[in-house]
Structure formats: C-alpha cells, structure tokens
C-alpha cells in the first residue's frame, strides 16, 4: 500500500527544537511541527482503511521537493514515519529495511511511503 502525504517535505531541524533545563537536554516539536504531524495524520487515515500492522515491515519513501537546494535525505522522514505509528503500524520500531530517494517536483511536493510487510 502506498500512502502520500502532500506538501513540501519538512526537515527535522526545522521543526524539532532542544532546550537545557537543570543540565537536561529536552528535545520537543514545535507548534509548527505539531501542525504538520496533524495535517499528515489526517492525509494518513483518509488512505489507510485497514487496522495497524503487527509485523516486521519495509518502507519506500520518495521524496519530491520544490526546489533544488541542499537536502540532506536523512532530515526528511522522522515526522513522516512518526505519524503513521498506530494508523499503519503499531510502532516505526517495526520498520527493518527503508529505501529512500529523493526527487524534484516544483509543481507537486510531497512524500510518497510504499509499505511492504515482511
């Protein structure tokens, strides 16, 4: 099955923040992330019609931003994979295998996630 999740992809640092108190690091979501994580929800639970995977699974996921700027693959998908635990599967610890390639798409920017169980 595959699930996309519309709009520019979001990069973890931009929408995770870490703060110090008492000598503690906190890492929390942003209200903007916040925002993002509900939209994406609502995208995910409009696809996925079935109960929450229980088994090892396999993710794709393509991503497709607006522009051409410097990247970094591995920013893009904590949020994404957050947000399908307890909709697709039970938890992103089940996730064993991930295949990620990025690409461009001015017109349409979103993220594209295959779920494979294994």
């Not at 929408?15 to 110090?20: A, D, G, R």
């Not at 890492?27 to 109960?51: H, N, P, S």
């Amino acid at each position: 099955m595959k699930i996309i999740l519309k709009g520019q992809p979001q990069s973890t640092n931009n929408i995770y923040k870490s703060h110090c108190r008492f000598s503690f690091p906190k890492v929390y979501l942003t209200k903007a992330g916040k925002d993002i994580k509900d939209d994406y929800i609502r995208q995910i639970v409009k696809q996925w019609k079935t109960v929450p995977l229980k088994c090892p699974i396999s993710v794709v996921i393509d991503t497709y931003h607006d522009n051409h700027r410097k990247n970094d693959w591995d920013n893009f998908h904590k949020l994404s994979m957050d947000s399908l635990t307890n909709i697709v599967y039970e938890d992103d610890s089940q996730i064993e295998q991930a295949i990620v390639t990025k690409h461009y798409d001015k017109e349409n920017p979103r993220i594209e996630i295959e779920i494979i169980p294994l």
